[in-house]
């Protein structure tokens, strides 16, 4: 049953706009600062992941992207030796239903956006897992050069970082510029405390279009 009355194409730099936008004025705006961290929205990172996805579906359903689909823990990465692949969310485009399957794997057409999503406390080495998501966004962009998910075609590899830890900004700035992490497609969004203003600081990918 077509759950949409038309359908609508989105490109992948429409969804990496949407993610920025969404991750700036809905999360970190409204459900993270808003009355001075009172809003009580995002307990950890599984709550921050089921707010952005609740708002790429309610999007996506608004622009009646009839073949658009998020799925949280995505699995078919995890196999074999790849068994540390599991993205937080990936968007992908279906496709058409006269084309479909029923094996959901099987009915991607392509892969819009990988996302890996890290919301951190005051006492969490950000560093450190800031370096091990940005590193699984290298490893997703490997997978997509093997033969079998060529014609899935590249993703957006998109990080969306929290921290809540208190930051010297100078010590934030060598780890967050590291030129390794800035290839065509991956894009990393971040937000840290400032240790000396007390702050939240928005870093942004060079790369971002």
């Not at 609740?54 to 996506?60: E, P, Q, T």
């Not at 995890?78 to 058409?96: A, S």
């Not at 966004?137 to 590899?157: H, I, M, T």
């Not at 700035?173 to 991956?186: G, Q, R, V």
Request: proline fraction near 3%; charged fraction near 35%; charge should be positive.
């Amino acid at each position: 049953m077509n759950l949409f009355p038309s359908r609508r194409i989105m490109t992948k730099n429409e969804v990496l706009k949407k993610i920025k936008d969404i991750w700036n004025n809905e999360i970190i705006a409204k459900e993270y600062e808003d009355l001075n961290y009172k809003a009580s929205y995002l307990l950890r990172e599984d709550t921050l992941k089921c707010s952005l996805y609740y708002h790429l579906r309610n999007w996506i359903e608004k622009e009646k992207a009839v073949n658009i689909r998020v799925f949280a823990e995505y699995p078919e990465f995890n196999r074999g030796r790849e068994r540390r692949y599991r993205p937080d969310l990936v968007i992908v485009k279906l496709r058409p239903e006269d084309k479909r399957t029923g094996d959901i794997v099987s009915d991607i057409d392509e892969f819009l956006a990988i996302i890996e999503i890290k919301y951190q406390g005051h006492n969490m080495n950000s560093s450190a897992s800031y370096r091990d998501d940005c590193n699984k966004l290298v490893k997703y962009q490997g997978l997509f050069s093997k033969s079998d998910l060529k014609q899935r075609k590249d993703p957006k590899l998109i990080g969306l970082f929290l921290f809540e830890k208190k930051l010297d900004h100078d010590i934030a700035d060598k780890w967050l510029e590291n030129k390794k992490y800035d290839d065509k497609n991956i894009y990393r969004f971040v937000y840290y405390r400032d240790k000396a203003s007390k702050d939240l600081i928005k870093f942004i990918s060079k790369n971002y279009p």
